[in-house]
């Protein structure tokens, strides 16, 4: 049974940092990529990261230079290192295992806010 849990959302003041985490289980994390995604209420789920499981890394537009994802294969897990936090970034953040097929994390939450 595949698993993926995110953790280490929270409420952060503009300007600050976070590190996300998903550990994957029930899978070879080292064969699968790995995608950050984020939610809003009302909103579409938006790419916001990934990972490849070479190690090739793609970002959307509007993080880049911020936040950074990486991965640690021996330990099967996943980063979201986000930095500089703008208000904008509040959200649901989920990652995602993709390969043969396609698993989701139940997400963390990520609050921007003075």
């Known amino acids: 049974q595949v698993q993926l849990v995110e953790s280490g959302g929270g409420l952060v003041q503009p300007g600050g940092s976070l590190r996300l985490s998903c550990a994957a289980s029930?899978?070879?994390?080292?064969?699968?990529?790995i995608d950050w995604y984020r939610q809003t209420p009302g909103k579409q789920r938006e790419l916001v990261a990934g990972?490849?499981?070479?190690?090739?890394?793609n970002y959307a537009d509007s993080v880049k230079g911020r936040f950074t994802v990486s991965r640690d294969n021996a330990k099967n897990t996943a980063y979201l290192q986000m930095n500089s936090l703008k208000p904008e970034d509040t959200a649901v953040y989920y990652c995602?295992?993709?390969?043969?097929?396609?698993?989701w994390g139940q997400g963390t939450q990520v609050t921007v806010s003075s």
């Open positions: 995602n295992a993709r390969g043969s097929r396609m698993y």
């Open positions: 029930g899978l070879v994390f080292s064969f699968v990529s």
């Open positions: 990972i490849s499981s070479g190690g090739l890394t």
